[in-house]
């Protein structure tokens, strides 16, 4: 199939970036996305001009490395990661337009490459537990009921691909940060920081200059790995419990 | 070396509350759950306009009667209006500073636009900025009377059927009823959602209760002017 790629093109972090049209043929419908955009890449290297940068690494949908905006949809049409979305779900002809993620505390550091590291330094915060090292503990010392635990692994999927943040008009990182959030509180492992775990994340997210949450649920639609929209609702609770209980913050 | 036994103090509750995202949300969400109670009550009060003049009246006099003898005629009024002015206040302190925040973290919008969210989500800021100046003209027009021409103070139910038989009087009115079941819609779920009172068990009943909520109060408020100019009510 025939395409027409309209791509943003921006060679350095504080460079001035312009959407640049580039058409492409011989795109089969079973490659991924990702892999038109490498048969994209090698014509241009063929031609003398510099790739399109973009992340990328296990494309298998586990990662969370690849991400761009296309079409404006947060990884594209289907619910899944860039580098699982096909080119079936596209027809002979189309023109896409391709994004980076676009947030003030996601900056472009080139093309479609933006610094997620403040995804790190949310999760360096408090996504953690504390626990003794040594021999590992017996398994079942530490009874967890089948709901909570489906909960806890619900939220755990999470891998960290920012398009929650892409995809909310105020670049909120509410969905990220209470998946992290929920998946430790909610067990019995990460009981100790219960309190200091959501006040500190919380208050990264803020200082990392992400938005807040205006409920228009459109991280939860885009999320690839169906962070529901209620995991918000927990952190905020656990966030007023923390808070009326005087809960202590560790990075203060 | 002495261990520190004493426990450290934690930052104080309204400082942590202002200064985060979640705890302004909070703010919001409860003056806004304090504005629709009141709402409520008000719609109440005001459907009693079916029953007659001196229903109505009668009903305006109680509400200056609540807490005798303990609280002097009018009082009670007087103690509900500086919490109802708190809650303006903060509400829109709280939504005007999150906005600009919320605009600071997406400077770049997209090349490709899509248009997702509903309407009523699109309009809370546009809709709240409409409902400040409604409150400033409803207080102007039937409780200090200053821009309603034939009004005579103490007698309600004939001010509201003058102000009803004025163009602008319904336009602005009914305008902005639309606009209260907009808010109301995006801003009933949105504050259970903010205060943690959302669940995926109670998702739908909570979206349902918003849309019920809303569409009550927009048919409610606006049933009075439309009766007005009916006939139904005069």
Redesign the interface.
Known sequence: MRLTL?I?RQHGPDEPGV?TTYEVDGISEDMSFLEMLDHLNEELILGGDEPVAFDHDCREGICGACGM?I???AHGPERTTTCQLHMRHFTDGDTI?I?PW????FPVIKDLVVDRSAFDRIVGSGGFISAPTGSAPEAHATPVPKAVADLAFENAECIGCGACVAA?????AMLFTSAKVVHLNVLPQGGPERESRV?DM??T??AE??????????CA?ACPKGI???S?????????RA??K????RN? | MALATRTERSPSLIGSVWRSTVGKKTIMAVSGALMLGYLIAHLAGNLKVFFGADDFNGYAHWLRTIGAPILHHGWFLWLVRPVLLAAVVLHGITAYQLSRRDRAARPHKYVHQRQRQSYATRTMRWGGVILTLFIVWHILDLTTLTVNERAEEGHPYENLVASFNTWYGNTIYITAMVAVGLHVRHGLWSAAQTLGMNSARSDRALKATANGLALVMTCGFISIPVSVMLGLVD
């Open positions: 309209r943003w959407m905006v079409n404006g949809q337009d994004e676009r947030a003030s505390a909310c008009p105020n670049g909120s006040l919380i208050d997210m803020d200059g992400f938005g807040g949450c205006t409920n228009t649920g459109e639609t529901p929209l209620h918000i609702a927990t952190m905020n609770r656990e966030y007023l808070t009326i005087g809960g202590q913050r203060s």
